[in-house]
């Protein structure tokens, strides 16, 4: 009874290093999305998916990548991260229109950029 | 752009005290509105509403929708400690560039003294 599952739940980075955020859905949801949590500032979306081989950009993409090659997995890419990309990231997800609009969020992944 | 706005950003009040938190939006193509409490760790989900005038209520808490003036509150009767939490409020798009799109407000911190 897995749910929505993110790795790794922690990680430390130097400036200009680059990382891969996993996250892994059972539920067979069709949308999925990656925000990430400052504080003060509510969940902000970086990039969201509403089906397997899609992606759009949300409010704050920029400094990301995302891919969505198989409809359980939304990896969050960091080409080259910066000490303003150290935040909290949650994934999560929904059953998408015509589901009850509930989303499913992972635990989150806690990043610190050095 | 789509937006969310809350108010107030914190509220801090003693237990048996009611709260009415509030939630604007602006949204191209509107499909619905949802309220999150978030604790310690990863968002939990409250309600969902999309249809103007029609009360959610579970337990002591409740929520309405006004689609016309775009927006919703979120109330809390008779609070407890246990309600301190920060609560979220988002938006989904329907259509065009909104589809699946979810977007969070900045959240109000509610802090429930004894």
């Known amino acids: 009874n897995a749910g929505v599952t993110q790795t790794p739940k922690f990680r430390v980075l130097k400036t200009g290093q680059s990382m891969t955020l996993l996250c892994a859905q059972d539920?067979?949801?069709?949308?999925m999305y990656w925000y990430r949590q400052d504080p003060g500032m509510g969940l902000r979306l970086i990039h969201y998916?509403?089906?397997?081989?899609?992606?759009a950009k949300g409010e704050v993409p920029d400094g990301y990548n995302v891919s969505r090659l198989k409809k359980q997995n939304f990896l969050l890419g960091l080409e080259s991260a910066a000490p303003s990309q150290t935040s909290v990231y949650f994934c999560?997800?929904?059953?998408?229109?015509?589901?009850?609009?509930?989303?499913?969020f992972g635990e989150g992944s806690r990043l610190t950029v050095l | 752009e789509d937006k969310v706005v809350q108010s107030p950003l914190s509220l801090v009040v003693h237990e048996g005290d009611t709260v009415t938190l509030n939630c604007s939006y602006e949204?191209?193509?509107?499909?619905?509105l949802l309220w999150y409490k978030q604790e310690k760790k990863a968002p939990t989900f409250l309600f969902m509403l999309t249809s103007s005038g029609i009360e959610k209520k579970s337990g002591r808490l409740s929520s309405i929708l006004d689609k016309k003036e775009l927006f919703s509150i979120l109330n809390i009767t008779a609070t407890q400690t246990g309600d301190s939490a920060i609560y979220l409020c988002a938006h989904t798009g329907a259509g065009g560039t909104s589809y699946g799109k979810l977007t969070f407000g900045q959240g109000t911190i509610l802090t429930v003294h004894p």
């Open positions: 539920m067979n949801h069709e949308y």
């Open positions: 999560a997800s929904s059953s998408g229109i015509g589901g009850t609009g509930e989303l499913f």
């Open positions: 949204v191209t193509n509107f499909r619905s």
């Open positions: 998916s509403v089906g397997e081989g899609t992606t």
